[in-house]
C-alpha cells in the first residue's frame, strides 16, 4: 500500500493511542483507581495514563481472539483485535471490512499492532460508533473476501454503558500526571526580598 503523508500520521496517531492499552495490559497501575468492572463476558477498566477506558473481551475461536475497544475523554475511539495465529506485522497498513449488525465500514484504514505473543491490529471510527457497537449483535471483519473474524458481541450495550461512566469518571476527575512538584525547603518565599544585614559583631 503507498503510503501517503496522511496515512503516515494516521499510523503514528493510532500506533501511539494502542500504548495505553499496552501499558494497562502489561500490569500498570492506571494513573486514577478504578476498579476492574465485569459487565458479562467483557471487563471494562480505565487506561493507565486517565485520558479514557477500555473494553476487553476473549474468545476461544481461531486459537484466542481478543477484542478491545477503548474510549478517551475526549471522544476519540479505537478498537483492536489480536490473535496468535495472525502474520500480521508491526505497523502494516491494511484495509479491512468491518461489518456490524446496524451498520459497515468497507475498505477502512487499520494498522498493524503486537502485544503479549499476539498480533493484530488497530483502528478508529467516528464519534457515533460507540452506540452503534452497543446495539449490535455482531462483529464481522474480513479483508476483501477473506474472512478475518465473525464475533459475538453479545451484551455489549451494558458494557458500553459501564464504558460511558468509567470515561465520565476519568474526566470529571482528571489523573494526577506527577508534573506538579514539591516546593524545596531550601527555597524561600520571597526569592527576591532584601537581603538582612549581618549583625555586627562589635556590639
Same mark, same amino acid.
Given at each position: @500500500?503507498? @503510503?501517503?503523508?496522511?496515512? !503516515?500520521?494516521?499510523?503514528?496517531?493510532?500506533?501511539?493511542?494502542?500504548?495505553?492499552?499496552?501499558?494497562?495490559?502489561?500490569?500498570?497501575?492506571?494513573?486514577?483507581? %478504578?476498579?476492574?468492572?465485569?459487565?458479562?463476558?467483557?471487563?471494562?477498566?480505565?487506561? =493507565?495514563?486517565?485520558?479514557?477506558? *477500555?473494553?476487553?473481551?476473549? %474468545?476461544?475461536?481461531?486459537?484466542?481472539?481478543?477484542?478491545?475497544?477503548?474510549?478517551?475523554?475526549?471522544?476519540?475511539?479505537?478498537?483492536?483485535?489480536?490473535?496468535?495465529?495472525?502474520?500480521?506485522?508491526?505497523?502494516?497498513?491494511? =484495509?479491512?471490512?468491518?461489518?456490524?449488525?446496524?451498520?459497515? %465500514?468497507?475498505?477502512? *484504514?487499520?494498522?498493524?499492532?503486537?502485544?503479549?505473543?499476539?498480533?493484530?491490529?488497530?483502528? &478508529?471510527?467516528?464519534?457515533? *460508533?460507540?452506540?452503534?457497537?452497543?446495539? &449490535?449483535?455482531?462483529?464481522?471483519?474480513?479483508?476483501?473476501?477473506?474472512?478475518?473474524?465473525?464475533?459475538?458481541?453479545?451484551?455489549?450495550?451494558?458494557? !458500553?454503558?459501564?464504558?460511558?461512566?468509567?470515561?465520565?469518571?476519568?474526566?470529571? &476527575?482528571?489523573?494526577?500526571?506527577?508534573?506538579?512538584?514539591?516546593?524545596?525547603?531550601?527555597?524561600?518565599?520571597?526569592?527576591?526580598?532584601?537581603?538582612?544585614?549581618?549583625? &555586627? =559583631?562589635?556590639?
Amino acid at each position: @500500500m503507498r @503510503m501517503t503523508r496522511g496515512s !503516515i500520521a494516521r499510523v503514528a496517531l493510532l500506533t501511539a493511542a494502542f500504548t495505553g492499552f499496552i501499558s494497562l495490559v502489561s500490569g500498570g497501575t492506571a494513573a486514577r483507581e %478504578y476498579p476492574l468492572r465485569n459487565v458479562g463476558d467483557w471487563t471494562v477498566a480505565a487506561s =493507565k495514563d486517565g485520558k479514557g477506558c *477500555f473494553l476487553t473481551r476473549e %474468545y476461544e475461536s481461531n486459537g484466542g481472539t481478543t477484542l478491545l475497544f477503548g474510549v478517551d475523554t475526549d471522544g476519540t475511539n479505537r478498537l483492536s483485535l489480536l490473535n496468535p495465529n495472525w502474520s500480521i506485522k508491526l505497523e502494516d497498513k491494511l =484495509k479491512l471490512n468491518f461489518r456490524l449488525s446496524n451498520s459497515s %465500514y468497507p475498505a477502512h *484504514f487499520a494498522v498493524g499492532i503486537a502485544s503479549d505473543g499476539k498480533q493484530g491490529f488497530v483502528t &478508529s471510527f467516528g464519534a457515533k *460508533f460507540p452506540s452503534l457497537f452497543a446495539t &449490535s449483535k455482531t462483529l464481522d471483519v474480513s479483508r476483501g473476501d477473506v474472512p478475518v473474524e465473525r464475533l459475538d458481541l453479545g451484551d455489549a450495550k451494558a458494557a !458500553i454503558r459501564k464504558l460511558g461512566k468509567c470515561v465520565d469518571e476519568q474526566r470529571d &476527575s482528571p489523573a494526577d500526571t506527577g508534573t506538579a512538584k514539591a516546593r524545596s525547603d531550601d527555597i524561600p518565599k520571597d526569592p527576591f526580598a532584601p537581603t538582612p544585614k549581618a549583625k &555586627s =559583631k562589635r556590639q
